[in-house]
């Protein structure tokens, strides 16, 4: 099959464009069903359904696997307050976790020579 497509116009290839993608579609979707099938063959030749083997049920199919929307793991810290690791000198009520960005007060005592150790709580 030989197609020129420098003579084709644009509604013509847009056509073709719809024609495979379509078959495409269709090609993938049978190919997953042969392969679900060979699945789930040897694992009921294995005296086990593909569900116990997976865990879950599998995805009927990847437009529909596509539209669920995975969430990530929570950490356990996630929502507490981590503590202050840094104190300001001139005003003991204010400190920094030693996460983000510098406050102000940081920046100047660093830019002032000192070290940061110094600001450490003990």
Known sequence: MDINLSEMTV???RRLQGKLETEIRRR???ARRDVL???KKIAADHGVSLDDVLGEAPAKSPAKAATK?????VSPAKGKRVPM???NPDDPKT???GRGRKPRWVEA???AGKSL???LIK
């Open 11 to 13: 509604p013509e290839l």
């Open 117 to 119: 150790d110094e600001l």
């Open 28 to 30: 993938d979707e049978s």
């Open 85 to 87: 690791k840094y104190a």
């Open 95 to 97: 400190g920094w976790t």
């Open 69 to 73: 929307t995975r969430r990530k793991a």
């Open 37 to 39: 099938k060979q699945f």
């Open 109 to 111: 005592w660093l830019s």
